[in-house]
């Protein structure tokens, strides 16, 4: 097993982030353009316990394998999924969102992978794809705080 752990300061509330990346439009947002997931598959109620799945797309265009994902914990600023699939084993993620003010707050991702024999190019894939979805979620996270949007987890 490997670990990478990756940290960003955003410019939103810690509870609007938290928010945010309960939803899978944040997800679709983050990943993209170097994954899509043109439908993810969820539980009406989003609790632990639930279990969703997705069929990924390299770029949109290249089918890759199908994603699960189990939610373990999910507190006010923590979300901690069991996730596996394609050559992923073992895939345990999870989200925080600490607060440092009442407008931001500093966003870490922790993946635990266990990707067998393909471990280093598992482990490069992540840190590029987490690094990705850093820079992402700062430019999404500086719009909506320039802008002055509020955000709310959608209702389940």
């Known amino acids: 097993m490997s670990k990478v752990t990756l940290t960003t300061e955003l410019p939103i509330a810690a509870e609007v982030a938290s928010a945010l990346a309960r939803t899978p439009e944040l997800?679709?947002?983050v990943v993209a353009p170097i994954l899509s997931v043109p439908q993810l598959l969820?539980?009406?109620?989003i609790e632990p316990g639930a279990e969703g799945s997705a069929r990924l797309?390299?770029?949109?265009?290249?089918?890759?394998?199908?994603?699960?994902?189990?939610?373990?914990?999910l507190d006010a600023y923590e979300?901690?999924?069991?996730?596996?699939?394609g050559p992923l084993r073992t895939w345990n993620h999870r989200l925080t969102f600490e607060p440092i003010t009442e407008s931001s707050c500093r966003y870490t991702d922790e993946i635990e992978v266990d990707s067998g024999l393909r471990g280093i190019g598992t482990?490069?894939?992540v840190h590029l794809l987490f690094r990705h979805r850093h820079r992402r979620w700062r430019q999404l996270a500086t719009v909506?705080?320039?802008s002055g949007?509020?955000?709310?987890a959608r209702p389940r």
């Open 27 to 29: 997800f679709a947002y």
């Open 42 to 45: 969820l539980p009406d109620r």
């Open 57 to 73: 797309w390299w770029f949109g265009i290249i089918p890759a394998w199908r994603h699960h994902l189990r939610l373990v914990r």
């Open 79 to 85: 979300i901690y999924t069991n996730e596996w699939g």
């Open 123 to 125: 482990r490069i894939f």
């Open 144 to 146: 909506l705080a320039s």
């Open 149 to 152: 949007i509020k955000c709310q």
